[in-house]
């Protein structure tokens, strides 16, 4: 994220080199790095797994997903094997200690013949059951211990619960020094994201009026089209609140309700994003019973064809009442949000891939324009559309040309697409680029996922111990179920959608 660092000498250590993550996301990364000059000049790739390969064995794996998977369309013949020289691979377990010699080796080698000591990151790239066995084995064959060379890069879910978070931290925590430690969540990578802190900080226009006197709601909305895919088995013990709310959606909404940092210091904008959660409202149960909603899907169809409920899903139980859609109601109790809702769902299976933060600006105290001139009449709204779309539209009110002083709104539109030439970094890249450079700001620190958890608990206890909720309750290739929209319909706002792009139908 910051410009003025370069990244030092790196061996990347990737437990999990051999899985999905690895596969499209984390090397179609670094290749886009490597490609765009931003790698530094030494460094080496290790990937891990317990599937035999040999190094060109799994560098021809590697380029099959990247081929698939970068955004940079297929390799480039030589580009790739410039690149493949940088990456090898080690037959290990993460449970036999002698595997973790051979890494230090590796690394030793590395450092002989560098122009300076590496930095070593060991990204987690495995389910979470193996983070505490590489954690501790890492510390045991001393590859943990040096604060100014070894970082930790850990993969979500970062916890189960709050219980489950408080002990992984402490026993990362009890390794490695909190500045090692990277704890990702790749929507604080999105490009439209960061620009969250460029549009409130980097602008004189729209702090004043960032605060409970001029607006009315804040809505975040995360919809998927994509139900469970292949990831049923996680996906089950998981749930929406968990898989979306907990990290993603809160992060972003602390990126909106943050007080402005007086540096760009990870720490300053981690500590006033933490501020945020901290006063957000605790659920009771009358909060959870009015301010709550759970969903989850049935069969539909989606684009002429025909998908399955989420019980049908592969690796799913057929009695499950795992929520696929989740919308809640939070307050933050502090100065400038006092009484401001701020609505967030998510779902999977909806109509529509979108990921919107909507900011609606309260009434004009006094209309002097006549009723019959305003029919179309709608307050002032700001609109960050994360992603397909990538832009950020002001809705004001303008007079229609003619000879009659009739009013609409209409959108002061900044799309990326239109204003810039150059392609967007994946998140992955971003954030394996500030992993690399040491900067942690777009990483989430220990005191954020444990509040975060302990915002949800009472609702995740609550959902769980009612089991007698009517599930599915929402068709594939809806908006979610009814109730959703009577959460947000109650206090007379409706959830905003952007249309569809006729490109976008097309892709689809
Ligand atoms: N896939 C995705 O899109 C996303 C994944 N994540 C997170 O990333 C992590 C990895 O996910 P994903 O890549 O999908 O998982 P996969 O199941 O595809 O990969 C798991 C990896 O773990 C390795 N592994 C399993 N057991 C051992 C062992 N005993 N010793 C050494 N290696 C082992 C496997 O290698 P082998 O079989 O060769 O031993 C494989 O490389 C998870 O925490 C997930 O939640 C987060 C966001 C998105
Ligand atoms: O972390 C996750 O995010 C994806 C959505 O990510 P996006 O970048 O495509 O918006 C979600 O599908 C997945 O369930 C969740 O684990």
Redesign the pocket.
């Known amino acids: 994220m910051k410009a003025h660092i370069k990244p030092k000498p790196t061996v990347f250590m990737i ?11 984390l090397i179609p990364a670094l290749y886009n790095l490597f490609l765009a000059e931003y790698m530094p000049k030494e460094f080496k790739i290790v ?5 035999a390969y040999q190094d060109d064995s799994f560098r021809e794996v590697l380029l099959e997903g990247v081929n698939k998977h970068s955004r940079s369309g297929k390799a480039e013949k030589d580009k790739w094997a410039e690149f493949a020289e940088h990456i090898s691979y080690l037959k ?5 200690e002698k595997d973790y010699e051979k890494m230090e080796k590796i690394i030793e080698t590395c450092d002989a013949s560098w122009s300076e000591p590496s930095v070593i990151i060991h990204y ?5 059951q ?2 505490p066995i590489i954690a501790k084995n890492l510390a045991k064959m001393k590859l943990a211990n040096d604060i100014n060379r070894t970082r930790i890069v850990v ?3 970062f916890g189960h619960d709050l219980e489950s978070a408080k002990e992984l931290n402490h026993l990362l925590k009890n390794i490695f020094h909190e500045s090692q430690i990277y704890r ?1 969540d ?1 929507y604080l990578g999105k490009e439209t994201v960061q620009n969250m802190l460029a549009f409130r900080f980097a602008n004189a226009l729209f702090e004043p009026i960032w605060n409970r006197n001029y607006i009315e709601h804040v809505q975040i909305s995360v919809t998927e089209d994509i139900g469970v895919e292949d ?1 049923g088995g ?1 996906y089950n013990t998981s749930g929406a609140l968990r898989d979306m709310v907990q990290n993603h959606i809160l992060q972003v909404l602390c990126l909106v309700a943050m007080e402005p940092p007086v540096n760009f210091d990870a720490e300053e904008i981690r500590n006033r994003k933490v501020d945020v959660l901290r006063a957000m409202r605790k659920f009771g149960s009358e909060e959870i019973r009015h301010n709550t909603v759970r969903g989850q899907y049935s069969e539909g169809w989606v684009e002429g064809e025909k998908v399955v409920g989420y019980r049908e899903e592969k690796d799913v139980d057929p009695d499950s009442n795992t929520e696929t859609f989740a919308a809640l109601k939070f307050f933050i109790d502090n100065w400038r949000w006092q009484n401001v809702p701020f609505y967030v769902r998510t779902g999977k299976r909806i109509h529509q891939k979108s990921s919107i933060i909507s900011i609606q600006f309260k009434d004009v105290p006094h209309l002097i324009f006549p009723s019959k001139s305003t029919e179309s009449w709608q307050q002032n709204r700001l609109i960050i559309s994360i992603q397909p779309e990538m832009s950020i539209r002001l809705q004001v009110q303008a007079k229609r040309p003619g000879l009659d002083m009739i009013l609409n709104p209409v959108d002061m539109v900044f799309n990326y697409d239109g204003t810039y030439s150059t392609d967007t970094p994946e998140a992955y890249e971003t954030l394996l680029l500030d992993a690399m450079k040491g900067d942690q700001t777009l990483f989430m620190r220990g005191d954020q996922v444990e509040t975060a958890w302990e915002l949800l608990m009472p609702v995740l206890e609550s959902w769980e111990s009612k089991k007698s909720i009517s599930f599915p309750n929402y068709s594939a290739d809806s908006w979610g179920p009814e109730t959703a929209e009577a959460l947000i319909a109650k206090d007379g706002f409706h959830w905003f959608t952007l249309p569809i792009k006729k490109s976008e139908k097309e892709k689809k």
């Open positions: 437990f999990g080199g051999t899985g999905d993550l690895a596969e499209r996301k990937g891990l797994g317990r599937t290990a377990d993460v449970h036999n987690l790239a495995v389910t979470p193996f983070f993969e979500k879910p990702i790749h990831r996680y």
